[in-house]
């Protein structure tokens, strides 16, 4: 990828995939700034964690209030009354599915990096490991991107460093990028809202223990 003199938009959480692609962004474009987005849920501490690490890195953070997406549908990430799923439904999504969640972060960053001559757009999806989400499969993303385009007369690429990685292979890409512990010991993913390795039951947890579990066994191997 040849894209050092450009500039990209990531956006950013403060989560081990977000984190992982802003230092993939880091390295790849010369200049790179984090959107961070508020859509009401259960926790407000990711925000925090998604700053500090943004200032660490140098680069700049902006955080665009959402919240209007948790008042379209109940779900489990916004509304803290239901019972969080700890397992995909056979014949459902789980309930920490957030409808149209990611076309409307999509849509905010594309207008946001227009705002700034940003062409790159950086999201952490991924369908190797996406939960039954539909909004992270590679299809929607290729579609997305498109009707971006179409809708504000600009050349936006959503770029997505981690769609075809599993968890264990997102912990090693930090690794290569040389932020592995701070992915491991700074980053927010647990649903519950607690910082690293988190509450170790909730779905993001346990897929995130899984990940780093296999990558540490495979780098015992090497």
């Not at 500039?7 to 977000?18: F, P, R």
Request: charged share 20%; net charge negative; glycine share 4%.
């Amino acid at each position: 990828m040849k894209n050092k003199k450009e500039s990209a938009l990531v956006l950013h959480s403060g989560g081990q995939d977000s984190t992982t692609c802003l230092f993939w962004a880091l390295k790849h474009f010369k200049e790179v700034r984090t959107l961070c987005i508020t859509y009401g849920q259960r926790h407000a501490l990711e925000v925090e964690v998604a700053q500090k690490i943004a200032t660490e890195a140098g680069v700049p953070f902006q955080v665009l209030d959402a919240t209007l997406i948790s008042k379209l549908a109940d779900n489990s990430l916004t509304n803290s009354n239901i019972t969080m799923d700890q397992e995909k439904p056979a014949d459902s999504y789980p309930n920490t599915f957030v409808p149209g969640r990611n076309l409307l972060f999509l849509t905010f960053a594309a207008v946001i990096a227009r705002s700034y001559s940003i062409r790159n757009i950086v999201t952490g999806v991924s369908q190797a490991d996406y939960s039954g989400y539909p909004d992270c499969r590679d299809t929607f993303i290729r579609s997305a991107n498109t009707t971006l385009n179409l809708a504000m007369d600009e050349q936006f690429i959503v770029h997505t460093p981690l769609m075809w990685l599993t968890k264990a292979e997102t912990w090693a890409l930090a690794n290569e990028l040389s932020v592995l512990d701070i992915v491991k010991n700074n980053t927010l993913t647990c649903y519950n809202g607690v910082i690293a390795a988190g509450c170790g039951h909730c779905p993001a947890c346990t897929l995130r223990q899984a990940g780093l579990e296999e990558f540490e066994n495979s780098m015992r191997n090497v």
